[in-house]
């Protein structure tokens, strides 16, 4: 999740930890602080756009070292703040907000190696955005509450954030596996046969939803949302570069990024080059991890080549497709598509 989510949990979680041991104000400073550590990781580069991305939300974010460094970090804010006979109590707080931090990033799709040093399967369950203001919001406000300390109130208002925001993360997971259901039956009427499927929230909510079916040539994109009326299921259908995977396919770049994404990825050329894309981040025609690589000079190390999307048809089409209305994604208009210029059995009624 983004910092400003994670420094929130962070807070909110050790401010009520803390309780009225220690002021709400010092609490959710270090609780902050602790919630945004494991992130520094991001400032690391290891001179390789792929291992950057690859490497991020790695060791940093291994529940055993965040673990066994939650005592130090006590010892040192017990010390600091005059109240060593707080440590124990510190010690779960900025546990608690650093053992968190991790578990709320496995929400997202990107991919959190929780358990190294034993593997670096990266975990991702992909229910929430990276920015989500409905799971950040009651976490703020609770805050925010606790540090005014309303009619003595503001701890519980703290409680309260923190349970709305832990229910949000419930209703995600409710809602991915209704998309999830949608998803399926639209590809098996439309006779699309993944190898797998992808179900993660659209920007900012998780009432649209973007769809991505793997099959052996190709990926489909489509989207669902929770306010369809009838509204059809639109595929778009992708070369994912299977014919270079012989060039390619044991490229350092490509191996990595294949593991990373669990095989949501496509292989393109583009002016006598060669690229690699994690099709998770991002939508058609613009992702945010795509890389250049060399498969002549494999020691060559592969460059950001990214794009974000043009704001100006994305946004007004998120707001249009999140309310159910039946608009052309940014991919179909990149193929040429109008409203209804889906080839014949791509699409498929939502249920």
């Known amino acids: 999740m983004d910092s400003l989510t994670q420094m929130a949990l962070g807070a909110a979680v050790t401010v009520a930890v803390m309780g009225r041991r220690t002021a709400a104000w010092k609490a959710a400073a270090w609780g902050a602080l602790a919630g945004t550590l494991p992130d520094l990781d991001a400032f690391i580069d290891h001179g390789d756009a792929v291992l950057n991305m690859t490497l991020h939300r790695a060791d940093s974010h291994s529940l055993l070292w965040l673990t066994l460094g939650a005592p130090v970090l006590a010892w040192i804010v017990s010390r600091w703040q005059g109240e060593a006979a707080l440590f124990k109590r510190w010690w779960l707080a900025l546990w608690l907000a650093l053992f968190t931090h991790p578990l709320l990033d496995t929400m997202t799709v990107y991919g959190t190696q929780l358990l190294r040093p034993f593997t670096d399967h990266p975990f ?7 920015i989500d203001p409905a799971y950040t919001l009651p976490l703020l406000v609770g805050l925010i509450a606790a540090m005014a300390a309303w009619r003595g109130k503001g701890l519980r ?15 995600s997971l409710g809602a991915q596996q209704w998309a999830t259901v949608q998803a399926r039956a639209s590809l098996a009427e439309a006779g699309i046969e993944a190898e797998r499927l992808l179900v993660t929230p659209a920007p900012f909510n998780t009432v649209l939803w973007r769809l991505v079916a793997m099959t052996p040539e190709s990926y489909f994109e489509g989207h669902v949302s929770l306010l369809d009326n009838g509204t059809r299921i639109r595929w778009t259908e992708h070369s994912r570069g299977a014919e270079l995977e012989g060039v390619l396919g044991e490229h350092d770049a490509v191996r990595r990024v294949a593991a990373f994404s669990h095989g949501f990825y496509s292989l393109t050329t583009l002016d006598g080059g060669y690229q690699v894309t994690d099709l998770r981040m991002g939508q058609e025609p613009s992702y945010t991890f795509r890389f250049e690589i060399d498969p002549q000079q494999p020691e060559r190390p592969a460059v950001m080549a990214g794009a974000r999307p ?17 608009v052309p994604s940014p991919g179909a208009l990149a193929l040429g598509e109008g ?3 889906q080839p014949p059995g791509l699409s498929a009624p939502v249920r």
């Open 339 to 341: 409203p209804v210029g």
């Open 157 to 171: 208002w703290n409680l309260a954030g923190l349970a709305l925001s832990t229910l949000y993360l419930g209703w």
């Open 124 to 130: 991702a369950v992909g229910s929430v955005f990276i």
């Open 310 to 326: 043009d704001l100006d048809v994305a946004l007004p089409w998120l707001w249009q497709r999140l309310r159910g209305l039946d």
